[in-house]
């Protein structure tokens, strides 16, 4: 089992700045990648942001481009995503995603989510 914690929602202005975190904790694991998706009311899931463990490669949603930057510490398990320039229509919950490998069986994890909203 591979653990997710994370942080950093709240509540922020048009045109304002968050940045959230997740910690990846658990047994003897291997990463593949982690990345970011949302969800806001009524809503699918949309991917966000994620990032290659291995050599770092990045990749966003349109959506996104060149406002957000998503950023990992290997040392650390953990995986950030810094969001500039919010807009409302940025308001959903995030949830952190983790590609991985525990004892050999790929698997996929997700975070509890973590609130962000963006006032007009």
């Known amino acids: 089992q591979v653990q997710l914690v994370e942080s950093g929602g709240g509540l922020v202005q048009s045109g304002g700045s968050l940045r959230l975190s997740c910690a990846a904790s658990g047994r003897t694991f291997s990463t593949y990648a982690m990345g970011w998706f949302r969800q806001a009311p009524g809503e699918n899931r949309e991917f966000v942001a994620t990032?290659?463990?291995?050599?770092?490669?990045?990749y966003y949603a349109d959506s996104v481009k060149g406002r957000f930057t998503i950023s990992r510490d290997s040392a650390k398990n953990t995986v950030y995503l810094q969001m500039n320039s919010l807009k409302p229509e940025d308001t959903a919950v995030y949830y952190c995603?983790?590609?991985?490998?525990?004892?050999?069986?790929?698997?996929?994890?997700w975070g509890q989510g973590t609130q962000v909203t963006v006032s007009s």
């Open positions: 995603n983790i590609d991985t490998a525990v004892l050999g069986t790929r698997s996929q994890y």
């Open positions: 990032i290659i463990w291995s050599g770092g490669s990045t």
